[in-house]
């Protein structure tokens, strides 16, 4: 009995990279457990082991790998952490790898969550650009019998935590899409507009290669067959796989709107280049009368027509007002001026 109190009360070791080491009985919290006890607690019956890592070094993962017998290929990839999203079976345990995004800085930044599961443990393992998971820890705990459900839940809670964190940042990216659409009808667009319409896309298309894959993972987590994964547990992958398609939904329909916007600025920067160059041969036609008629008298000969009487110079500047008066008259009728 001291020995089991002793357990109860101790605290996960301050190693760096881990965020919380936790064993579960029938949904609810047991004790903080150091990572050298968690494989003992796995194996007792009823208990599920829930550890959460941030970033982890090579030893922390290879401790891991001795308490749970993780395979080396699974700890190889979640070390360097440039995967895509996959689901692998080693044995009796699976490999699970989810890409995460959040808006940083008005772009969105790419992270990963690497997911060990197994016969009582779960581990997650978050590189990159990542939010906590410690809300979906504490609404698991918060409802013990979902939790009871054991390892299998733990992994469709962070799965649908996962695809959820994707919706905010369409929403963001559909916002400010709306703004610069304003400016764009308002004929205000600028160059930094197009080339913050060209960033969107291109962060759009990067956002559904990373959430589109999930559908397979999900896919295969409602098949029967694989370890650890109840049968129960098939409608929760089922509407993950719908969430993610609702996702990609989103992401194409903002992808074309996008697409329309940034054909539309091209349009209106084409529409007001297309006015200025109008505007400049207008006034470069009207100027061409003063500048020929200026041109002629200018040559050096000695016979020309008026060049000797009083009134010629009265007379040039008359006909050369009224000739860009009157072009200039056609021109604001045409529109051009």
Same mark, same amino acid.
């Given at each position: 009995? !001291?020995? &089991?109190?002793?357990?109860?009360?101790?605290?996960?070791?301050?190693?760096?990279?881990? /965020?919380?080491? !936790?064993?579960?009985?029938?949904?609810?919290?047991?004790?903080?457990?150091?990572?050298?006890?968690?494989?003992? =607690?796995?194996?007792?019956?009823?208990?599920? *082991?829930?550890?959460?890592?941030?970033?982890?070094?090579? %030893?922390?993962?290879?401790?891991?790998? %001795?308490?749970?017998?993780?395979?080396?290929?699974?700890?190889?990839?979640?070390?360097?952490?440039?995967?895509?999203?996959?689901?692998?079976?080693?044995?009796?345990?699976? $490999?699970?790898?989810?890409?995460?995004?959040?808006?940083?800085?008005?772009?969105?930044?790419?992270?990963?969550?690497?997911?060990?599961?197994?016969?009582?443990?779960?581990? &997650?393992?978050?590189?990159?650009?990542?939010?906590?998971?410690?809300? *979906?820890?504490?609404?698991?705990?918060?409802?013990?019998?979902?939790?009871?459900?054991?390892?299998?839940?733990?992994?469709?809670?962070?799965?649908?935590?996962? *695809?959820?964190?994707?919706?905010?940042? /369409?929403? %963001?990216?559909?916002?400010?899409?709306?703004?610069?659409?304003?400016?764009?009808?308002?004929?205000? &667009?600028?160059?930094?507009?197009?080339?913050?319409?060209?960033?969107?896309?291109?962060?759009?298309?990067?956002?559904?290669?990373?959430?589109?894959?999930?559908?397979?993972?999900?896919?295969?987590?409602?098949?029967?067959?694989?370890?650890?994964?109840?049968?129960?547990? &098939?409608?929760?992958?089922?509407?993950?796989?719908?969430? /993610?398609?609702? +996702?990609?939904?989103?992401?194409?329909?903002?992808?074309?709107?996008?697409? $329309? !916007? $940034?054909?539309?600025?091209?349009?209106?920067?084409?529409?007001?280049?297309?006015? /200025?160059?109008?505007?400049?041969?207008?006034?470069?036609?009207?100027?061409?009368?003063?500048?020929? *008629?200026?041109?002629?008298?200018?040559?050096?000969?000695?016979?020309?027509?008026?060049?000797? =009487?009083?009134?010629?110079?009265?007379?040039?500047?008359?006909?050369? +007002?009224?000739?860009?008066? =009157?072009?200039? =008259?056609? $021109?604001?009728?045409?529109?051009?001026?």
């Amino acid at each position: 009995m !001291a020995k &089991s109190l002793k357990l109860v009360l101790a605290q996960p070791e301050d190693t760096p990279g881990i /965020i919380a080491s !936790a064993v579960y009985a029938e949904g609810r919290r047991v004790a903080e457990v150091p990572i050298a006890e968690v494989g003992e =607690w796995s194996r007792r019956p009823g208990h599920v *082991v829930w550890i959460g890592l941030h970033e982890p070094g090579l %030893a922390l993962l290879r401790q891991l790998q %001795a308490e749970f017998g993780l395979h080396d290929l699974a700890i190889e990839d979640a070390l360097k952490a440039h995967q895509r999203p996959k689901l692998e079976q080693y044995g009796e345990a699976l $490999f699970v790898v989810a890409r995460t995004a959040q808006m940083l800085d008005g772009r969105i930044a790419f992270g990963e969550t690497h997911l060990f599961v197994g016969h009582g443990y779960v581990v &997650s393992v978050r590189h990159g650009a990542s939010t906590t998971y410690t809300p *979906v820890r504490e609404r698991c705990e918060a409802d013990p019998g979902t939790l009871s459900g054991g390892e299998d839940y733990i992994l469709y809670a962070i799965l649908d935590f996962i *695809v959820d964190n994707y919706m905010p940042v /369409i929403e %963001a990216i559909q916002s400010e899409v709306e703004e610069i659409e304003d400016c764009i009808l308002a004929e205000t &667009s600028t160059q930094v507009h197009v080339r913050r319409l060209y960033q969107l896309r291109r962060d759009l298309l990067r956002l559904r290669n990373a959430a589109v894959p999930l559908v397979e993972v999900c896919r295969r987590l409602e098949q029967p067959g694989l370890p650890g994964i109840d049968p129960v547990m &098939s409608p929760h992958f089922r509407d993950v796989s719908d969430h /993610i398609r609702r +996702v990609q939904e989103e992401i194409e329909s903002l992808r074309e709107v996008l697409a $329309f !916007a $940034f054909e539309t600025s091209l349009m209106a920067g084409q529409a007001q280049q297309t006015e /200025i160059t109008r505007k400049l041969a207008a006034w470069a036609a009207i100027l061409a009368v003063p500048t020929a *008629v200026a041109g002629i008298y200018g040559m050096n000969f000695e016979h020309m027509p008026e060049l000797r =009487w009083q009134y010629g110079y009265a007379v040039v500047l008359a006909i050369i +007002v009224s000739v860009c008066g =009157w072009l200039y =008259w056609r $021109f604001r009728q045409n529109r051009w001026l």
